[in-house]
């Protein structure tokens, strides 16, 4: 080698170099098509794994349902297997390695993030719940003897805490992962993660909140009382009707007993409010508040309604206890379907068809006396509430009785226990006020009577609400619209009772339907304008803390309606967020519309 030419050596040199570097070169494209075969054959495998766990999750949902607690437990075993194979599939020191190539490693990173999700959801939630679903089957709920055993609540307690938690975590988890730019499948697969999460969390959230709070209310730690407040809803109050009958319920490990009765009327009037109210609960609704039980469901809250009938009941007859509950006959109507038929000592048979005219209507066609009328409704409430006691009632229906009245916003609960209460607040049962948050801005829409009669269950009620951003801030405006409707006969000042119209006593005039409206915005929103009927509005413009309210007056004359809009102005934070609004449950209830609302339309102003 020494003996060749010096240009020779140099040729060799180079030629030796170039001969290595195609061997680099080959061997680095070799082990790129190895690492993208490796990739996409896990890739493969971990989508196979991935659309296993979906379809197991539909057959445990339906197992878990049914309380086949055999075959819901081998299930989550099947979903645990396929969830962790689909975790260790993306999560190899390759896989990591491509996550971090271009174009391609958003995606890898995103299919990675989505199983690790996946296998947390069900190592965390669906395996501890699936092992204590044989214990919490809808006749364990039954009560037996009169009485309902807490147990099994008291046992699962740890399970579902810890599928909280992780439903939770996992739902920051979903949230968190970076879609901006990945392929359309991919981004698909990552927001059907997320939504479903979304209300899986939310749902076993408040059903956490139950298995923590149900032992303890119903009497697992010591006797508990409650009054139970039975509102009127042909006599609207924002959170719902006039109390015209109140009870106490008396509760000790799971037994359940209904105890004194009294008509609401009998409470009152005091001299002063029992309690001390807000300034702007007496600018909107009055110290009377305060001052008559037929009255303390003026305002939306509902744990100022409940503090305010405790003291009541404490003030008559000298008892202090845990805690309020409010129900209606429409409510009742719905536990009917679970209970069938119950006869009342009037001889009166109630059923689920007749429940709501029967104890909204026709009672004051047949018992005149108002004191009988109050006796007739605390009779129909103690003859349900004994077939449902001594467990005479379907339970699937009972549970979709109670659903249905939480969902119409017809069943409310406040606790005196001021950890029980924080709790209850921001679940549908607590009557709390509307709330903004980056996934829905809520409005409210509460009525009260202003007529001292019977006549709402004639009033008809839509309400509807939409929301566009038409400011270079972002600020989005919203818009609320409420059509009110006198739907009684044209004859309505003599055709029906003189109880149900008022006779004229109260200063509206028979027939007529007197009605108070207020639409609550979300806190720190900023009132705009309300129109009436295209017009300008007078109304009164206040707040309710940091709730901006709008209240209107309207008289409805029979067949007469009205239609009023009111625009808030919200903050930038919430624009991308949906809206929805509640409103006081009348004898009828519809879930509010959406309401087209565009920037060119003319913002109410009034």
Same mark, same amino acid.
């Given at each position: ?381 103690? #003859? ?5 006691? @001594?467990?005479?009632?379907? $339970?699937?229906? %009972?549970?979709?009785? !109670?659903? /249905? =009245? *939480? ?20 679940? #549908? ?5 509307? @709330?903004?948050?980056?996934? $829905?801005?809520? %409005?409210?829409?509460? !009525?009260? /009577? =202003? *007529? ?155």
């Amino acid at each position: 080698m020494s003996d060749l030419p010096e240009s020779r050596r140099a040729a060799v040199r180079r030629g030796s170099r170039a001969r290595v570097v195609l061997w680099i070169v080959l061997a680095l494209v070799l082990l790129l098509i190895f690492a993208v075969a490796w990739v996409g054959a896990r890739g493969v495998l971990a989508k196979r794994h991935l659309e296993q766990s979906v379809a197991l999750v539909s057959t445990l949902r339906t197992q878990i349902t049914d309380a086949d607690t055999a075959a819901a437990q081998k299930t989550a075993k099947q979903l645990e297997d396929h969830a962790s194979a689909a975790r260790s599939l993306t999560g190899d020191p390759i896989w990591g390695a491509a996550q971090y190539t271009p174009f391609f490693g958003t995606n890898l990173r995103a299919v990675r993030d989505v199983a690790v999700v996946v296998d947390d959801v069900a190592t965390g939630a669906v395996r501890p719940v699936a092992g204590v679903v044989g214990d919490l089957n809808q006749d364990a709920f039954t009560p037996k003897d009169g009485r309902i055993d807490l147990q099994p609540l008291v046992d699962a307690q740890p399970a579902v805490a810890r599928a909280t938690r992780t439903l939770s975590k996992a739902t920051g988890a979903a949230d968190a992962i970076d879609t901006t730019a990945t392929l359309s499948p991919v981004t698909t697969a990552v927001n059907q993660l997320r939504n479903a999460l979304g209300t899986v969390s939310r749902q076993a959230s408040t059903a956490n909140k139950v298995v923590q709070l149900a032992p303890a209310m119903l009497g697992h730690d010591g006797d508990r009382s409650y009054v139970l407040l039975f509102q009127n809803n042909a006599e609207l109050r924002a959170g719902g009707g006039i109390p015209g009958a109140v009870a106490l319920l008396q509760v000790k490990d799971g037994a359940i007993s209904l105890g004194n009765q009294a008509a609401g009327s009998s409470f009152g009037p005091y001299e002063k409010p029992v309690l001390p109210l807000s300034a702007d609960t007496t600018s909107l609704y009055g110290d009377i508040t305060g001052r008559y039980m037929q009255d303390v469901n003026l305002t939306p809250r509902f744990d100022v309604t409940g503090a305010l009938a405790r003291e009541m009941w404490k003030q008559k007859f000298g008892q202090q206890v845990d805690g309020v509950l409010a129900i209606d006959p429409v409510t009742l109507g719905y536990i009917l379907r679970a209970t069938g038929p119950v006869q009342l000592p009037t001889g009166d048979t109630l059923t689920s068809d007749n429940a709501v005219r029967l104890l909204l209507s026709d009672v004051y066609a047949k018992y005149p006396d108002p004191t009988v009328q109050d006796a007739f409704f605390a009779s129909a409430a103690s #003859a349900v509430f004994e077939k449902v006691s @001594t467990g005479g009632f379907d $339970t699937k229906k %009972f549970i979709t009785a !109670l659903t /249905d =009245g *939480t969902k119409d916003n017809r069943l409310r609960l406040w606790s005196a226990d001021k950890a029980e209460q924080e709790e209850i607040t921001g679940t #549908a049962i607590a009557g709390d006020l509307p @709330t903004a948050s980056a996934r $829905t801005r809520e %409005f409210g829409v509460y !009525l009260n /009577d =202003g *007529t001292a009669s019977k006549m709402d269950y004639y009033l008809d009620k839509k309400v509807s609400v939409g929301s566009s951003v038409c400011r270079k801030d972002g600020r989005p405006t919203s818009v609320v619209e409420v059509t009110l409707k006198n739907t009684a006969p044209a004859d309505a000042a003599t055709s029906l009772p003189s109880y149900v119209t008022g006779g004229g006593q109260f200063g509206t005039e028979p027939g007529k339907i007197k009605t108070l409206v207020a639409v609550y915005a979300p806190a720190n929103a900023i009132y705009l304008g309300a129109s009436q009927d295209g017009k300008g509005a007078a109304l009164q413009t206040t707040v309710d803390g940091k709730h901006p309210v709008a209240q209107l007056r309207t008289l409805l004359a029979p067949g007469e309606s009205t239609t009023f809009r009111v625009a808030f102005l919200g903050e930038a934070k919430f624009a991308k967020a949906g809206v929805q609004a509640e409103s006081t449950p009348g004898v009828r209830q519809s879930k509010a519309a959406p309401l087209r609302f565009d920037c060119g339309e003319p913002v109410p102003v009034g």
